[in-house]
Nanobody, 114 residues
Framework: QVQLVESGGGLVQAGGSLRLSCVAS????????MGWYRQPPGKQRELVAI???????NYADSVKGRFTISRDNVKNTVYLQMNSLKPEDTAVYYC????????WGQGTQVTVSS
C-alpha cells in the first residue's frame, strides 16, 4: 500500500502559474503510471495529464501547451507545472498512481480568479 500526498494548490489570478507536487509515502514502491485528474465544481472528475515510468505523457486537450507533467522516479514524485491559468481551470486536483492497484491522493484545491 502507498499513500499519495499533494501540495501546491491555492488561489491565483488568471494568467498566473502554480506548481503541484504529489509524493508517494514509499520510495521503494514502484509506480507505473502517475498523473493528475481534476474535478471542477458540479462536474465529474476528468483527466488532466498522465506520465509513464518511462516518461511518455498524455494531456487533456484543454491544458496542452499550458501544463507540463514530470516525475522523479527515485523520489516517487509527480509534478504538474500549470501556466497561463484560466478561471475554468478551477477545480480540486487529484494525484493518481498505479502499480498492481490504483491509488488516489486526497486532493488539493486550485482556484483561478478572473
Amino acid at each position: 500500500q502507498v499513500q499519495l500526498v499533494e501540495s501546491g494548490g491555492g488561489l491565483v489570478q488568471a494568467g498566473g502559474s502554480l506548481r503541484l507536487s504529489c509524493v508517494a509515502s514509499r520510495r521503494d514502491f514502484p509506480l507505473n503510471v502517475m498523473g493528475w485528474y481534476r474535478q471542477p465544481p458540479g462536474k465529474q472528475r476528468e483527466l488532466v495529464a498522465i506520465i509513464t515510468r518511462g516518461g511518455l505523457t498524455n494531456y487533456a486537450d484543454s491544458v496542452k501547451g499550458r501544463f507540463t507533467i514530470s516525475r522523479d522516479n527515485v523520489k516517487n514524485t509527480v509534478y504538474l507545472q500549470m501556466n497561463s491559468l484560466k478561471p475554468e481551470d478551477t477545480a480540486v486536483y487529484y494525484c493518481y498512481a498505479n502499480s498492481v492497484s490504483g491509488y488516489w491522493g486526497q486532493g488539493t484545491q486550485v482556484t483561478v480568479s478572473s
